[in-house]
């Protein structure tokens, strides 16, 4: 649809992404080592799951449309499942690296804590998804031709861009979730998250109709949202404070430096 | 960036839903190829580039269906899209619209002409004086009979194929495609009372960029200079290809020049066609008729030039390119007259040319000669004897025509020749002549150069429910009325050859070889009896001739006659087959002729074809053919001597191109795109203000769950 709708679309999909790796991430190092980490983690889930579907389609029947149907659904539930398991095995790994790193610095304090290590993992997870999902969209949004000759709804560029935006933010905050589950071993937070992922991808099935995805993938996600903020030390209070530019006075109360 | 290979064998499970397809599914919902269309490319000469551009990236154009002349307003003037791409039925390709279209080339992206199977009246894309100024009328000679003024050959011509357009166009075949993008029209673009259509609209793009520009000179400079650049690329070929010839008796191939008491009647015509699209000229009337009646006469003659041989040699020629300023025939006289060909010009005893001769309709056949040449008896006595023997040889024409169902008429005496190879020979040499055809003035053909020149318009009909096979041995009218004239022609050359009278009445045509060649020419080439005359190793070649029928545009020069156009090496390979004999030489004998005492590859050429399976049923299998039939190479002098802005010679050069395609889809209105892009602009900086808030008051936001201990940033 021309250069305009594929900046557009850009922007939209990877704005919130793209802002908060800069201004959170992209200064520290670590951090970013541990994104990329995360986003290679996910990438694994990812061939695991399209080589089992791979398989299972050539061995099925090509030409039953109800059962390529049927393999889609389990290609998607088998998909979020390992993403899921592969986000557990992370979080191992990295309370594993959190103790050698421990060990072989010189401060006495870990370098980085869990929650940012879950925040950054969530983010890692977050991009690659994101970018396995849309750039093959962008990339033919660029040509002058929009959807739409074979009857299909006209917003497809839009409304990938705008799922996409929410399914890289949603695992930003699964991750801050998981991970603060596993640390305090809340399995029923864990089976919350894992449903979630589930709904939301399962929602997409609700395509064309936009509608119909869209708006519970957004609810969904202002949920994860809250309670990711709360899992990550956030408060109604402190929310208050800040709005009401309060802080400061806050900080010195607390004798923490700025 | 992730390859789309990646994204085909992994595909996106855990998001937007994909529907199971083997290839990039985004770009099938968005795009619909165009198959099978024709483009028309870019042609340059000493002076001009003619033919259709295209920008590099294709030319995107709202979809307009034309349905008259006014209708044109539209897209010219009112539509409120621009640009826009229009489609025409044929019978709205006419010149008025072409140069309305190409006033107001700034809002129209393109033409797509929409071809349906029956032929309209009349249509003729080339001009109305075919090769003018390159003949042999001009101000020196015949200056009254240059530039067509006493005779409009052509006189439909519309010269749309000798205009330049910078907008592509294309044309389409009316099947279930041209359907689908007028149906697309109809469902987005149409116009209600007046009011423009609402996006989205249906669109279509067109890619055919052509590299060379300007003119041929130009061109070819450009491809000089490709060694030194970064980018290797030429950027235009040469047109040409290869003459087929061949003789009643041999000639050593390695003698060349003047052959002392040589005095070869030649007889000639000519292989090729254009059209206004590239690749898709038929040519029926305007070249088939006349090389398929040679073709009916060689094969007549062979029987009786060995029982009784003529006094002369007879050399039969058929000349490619000659609808571009006469490729063929200029290069052949070019060569005789440097000494490169096997005869030159002084020993040309008289040369016979086969022109139109397929729209008889049951009258006479016309013999046109060179007024200013027959007038041209000062002093010398040459050429008076060449008088003598241009009387004798319309006497003859006539004498050989009483045993046919027509005469042969000379038109007035003032008329000059039509456009023929015979024009080339005069240019150099005052060789007494005739051009046979079936016009007395203007062309029978209504649509000469085009692409409807084609089997309906020589009136070429089969019974219904037949099978190609059967087809193959049917014999038509046409092919009757050209076989009669396959026979004057014969006799004709016998007896100017100074053949023994009283075999004259034995030489008769074989119309069965005149219906099989009709068939394979104009309906399908890949039939049985074309199969059977072609080498093994090039029974691929005939099934990969996918047009049908076949298409007779010259096409660029190649090097080596292992590589001429595959329908000049099937004549080459007819001319060997009828007028050649059969041998009892092996394949490998057939490939080294030299080391048996009685062969020569120096006087024929050995050709080891597959070989006819006869009606009895027994495979006759392959065998070898010894024939005194060669190629010559048929390509401007000009480009040997370097003088690409000649006006002597033809400098016709084909552009090239990187890939010609077409596709439909929608687009969408300016207004969205640009909401687009303002939404994602909002989003980003909204985005990156609330992370900056967020990020310099973490401190604050997080200090609840924060434990004492663990501190650090």
Redesign the interface.
């Known amino acids: 649809m021309t250069a305009a709708v594929f900046f557009g679309c850009t922007f939209i999909a990877f704005g919130p992404a793209i802002s908060l790796f800069l201004f959170t991430i992209a200064r520290d190092p670590l951090r970013v080592i541990f994104l990329i980490a995360g986003a290679f983690f996910w990438l694994c889930s990812l061939l695991l799951s399209s080589l089992v579907w791979f398989i299972t389609v050539q061995i099925s029947n090509k030409d039953s449309s109800s059962q390529q149907k049927g393999l889609l659904i389990f290609g998607v539930v088998l998909s979020v499942l390992l993403q899921e398991t592969f986000r557990f095995g992370y979080y191992k790994l990295l309370k594993k690296a959190n103790e050698g790193l421990l060990m072989l610095s010189s401060e006495e304090t870990m370098p980085i804590s869990i929650q940012q290590l879950a925040y950054v993992s969530g983010l890692g997870f977050g991009f690659m998804s994101g970018a396995f999902s849309v750039v093959n969209i962008l990339a033919d949004s660029v040509g002058p031709g929009t959807i739409g000759i074979h009857g299909d709804s006209q917003h497809y560029f839009l409304s990938s861009a705008f799922m996409t935006m929410a399914i890289i933010l949603l695992h930003m905050f699964w991750g801050v979730v998981f991970f603060d589950a596993c640390e305090k071993q809340l399995w029923w937070s864990l089976a919350v998250v894992v449903s979630s992922h589930l709904l939301v991808s399962c929602l997409t099935f609700q395509n064309p109709q936009y509608v119909g995805s869209l708006v519970p993938t957004y609810i969904i996600m202002f949920l994860m949202g809250l309670w990711a903020f709360v899992c990550a030390g956030g408060s109604l209070r402190n929310l208050k404070f800040c709005l009401t530019c309060k802080d400061k006075d806050f900080l010195l109360a607390h004798h923490r430096p700025r | 960036?992730?390859s789309?290979c990646y994204?085909h064998?992994?595909?996106?499970?855990?998001?937007?839903?994909?529907y199971?397809v083997n290839s990039?599914s985004?770009?099938q919902?968005?795009?619909?190829e165009v198959n099978n269309t024709v483009p028309c490319v870019r042609l340059l000469n000493a002076t001009h580039q003619i033919g259709c551009q295209s920008s590099i990236s294709?030319d995107?154009g709202v979809i307009h269906v034309l349905e008259s002349e006014a209708d044109l307003e539209w897209p010219l003037t009112k539509g409120p899209n621009p640009p826009y791409m229009i489609l025409l039925e044929s019978h709205l390709f006419t010149r008025s619209i072409m140069m309305k279209i190409k006033k107001e080339s700034s809002r129209i992206a393109g033409v797509t002409v929409v071809v349906p199977n029956t032929s309209p009246s009349e249509f003729s894309p080339h001009t109305t004086c075919p090769n003018e100024n390159t003949g042999v009328y001009s101000d020196t000679y015949g200056p009254h009979l240059a530039h067509c003024n006493t005779t409009v050959w052509n006189p439909l011509g519309n010269g749309l194929s000798y205009e330049e357009f910078d907008f592509p166009v294309f044309s389409l075949k009316e099947d279930k495609q041209a359907e689908a993008i007028k149906q697309?029209y109809y469902d987005h673009n149409r116009v209600v009372n007046g009011s423009a259509p609402q996006y989205?609209l249906?669109?279509m793009?067109l890619f055919s960029h052509m590299f060379a520009v300007t003119d041929t000179a130009t061109c070819m400079r450009r491809n000089d200079v490709i060694n030194f650049s970064i980018n290797p690329e030429m950027v235009c070929d040469p047109l040409g290809d290869f003459n087929v010839w061949g003789s009643i008796r041999p000639y050593n191939r390695s003698q060349l020049g003047h052959r002392d008491n040589e005095s070869v009647v030649m007889a000639a015509a000519r292989l090729d066609s254009r059209a206004f699209f590239w690749d898709v000229s038929t040519g029926a009337e305007g070249s088939i008729s006349g090389f398929v009646t040679l073709l009916a006469a060689a094969h007549a003659l062979r029987d009786v030039t060995q029982v009784a041989p003529p006094t002369h040699n007879i050399l039969f020629a058929f000349f490619q390119g000659e609808a571009f300023d006469y490729i063929g025939s200029s290069r052949m006289v070019y060569d005789m007259q440097n000494g490169k060909f096997v005869i030159d010009l002084d020993n040309v005893h008289s040369l016979l040319e086969i022109g139109q001769v397929g729209l008889r309709n049951g009258s006479d056949l016309f013999l046109h000669s060179d007024p200013v040449s027959r007038m041209n008896d000062t002093v010398n006595d040459q050429v008076r004897e060449h008088e003598r023997y241009r009387c004798s040889l319309i006497h003859r024409h006539h004498s050989s025509a009483t045993g046919a169902n027509f005469s042969l008429v000379e038109p007035g005496v003032s008329q000059p020749l039509p456009p023929s190879s015979l024009q080339r020979f005069l240019r150099a040499q005052n060789i007494p002549g005739i051009v046979l055809a079936d016009h007395r003035a203007a062309f029978n053909n209504k649509y000469y150069e085009s692409y409807y020149d084609n089997a309906d318009n020589l009136n070429l009909r089969y019974p219904p429910n037949m099978t190609a096979e059967e087809q193959l041995e049917f014999l038509t009218d046409t092919a009757m009325a050209l076989t009669e004239v396959a026979t004057v022609v014969a006799r004709a050359l016998y007896k100017q050859a100074g053949g023994d009278g009283t075999q004259v009445d034995n030489i008769k045509a074989d119309s069965k070889t005149v219906t099989q060649m009709l068939f394979g020419f104009l309906v399908q080439a890949n039939n049985s009896w074309f199969q059977a005359l072609i080498p093994p190793e090039l029974k691929d070649m005939l099934s990969l001739l996918l047009l049908i029928p076949p298409d007779f545009y010259v096409g660029v020069a190649s090097s080596s006659p292992a590589k001429a156009k595959p329908l000049t090496r099937l004549v080459q390979f007819l001319l060997a087959n009828l007028t050649g004999t059969a041998t009892n030489l092996t394949q490998d004998q057939c490939q080294k002729p030299d080391d048996l005492p009685d062969e020569s590859v120096q006087m024929y050429s050995y050709l080891w074809v597959q070989g006819t399976v006869p009606h009895n049923g027994t495979e006759k299998g392959p065998f070898c053919v010894r024939a005194s039939v060669r190629l010559s190479q048929a390509l401007s002098p000009a480009f040997d001597l370097g003088e690409y802005a000649s006006r002597n010679y033809s400098t016709w050069t084909e552009s090239r191109w990187k890939f010609i395609k077409a596709?439909?889809?929608?687009?969408?209105s300016r207004d969205l795109?640009?909401l687009?892009?303002?939404?994602?602009?909002a989003?980003?900086f909204s985005?990156?203000l609330?992370?900056?808030?967020i990020?310099t008051?973490?401190?604050?936001?997080?200090?609840?769950?924060?434990e004492p201990?663990?501190?650090?940033y």
Request: aromatic share 12%.
């Open positions: 960036f992730i789309d994204f064998c992994i595909s996106l499970l855990t998001l937007a839903p994909v199971y990039n985004v770009a919902k968005i795009y619909v294709g995107t697309c989205p249906c669109a793009q596709r439909i889809f929608l687009v969408a795109e640009m687009t892009l303002g939404v994602g602009v989003v980003l985005s990156l609330v992370t900056y808030f990020s008051k973490a401190d604050v936001l997080f200090s609840s769950a924060r201990a663990s501190a650090a």
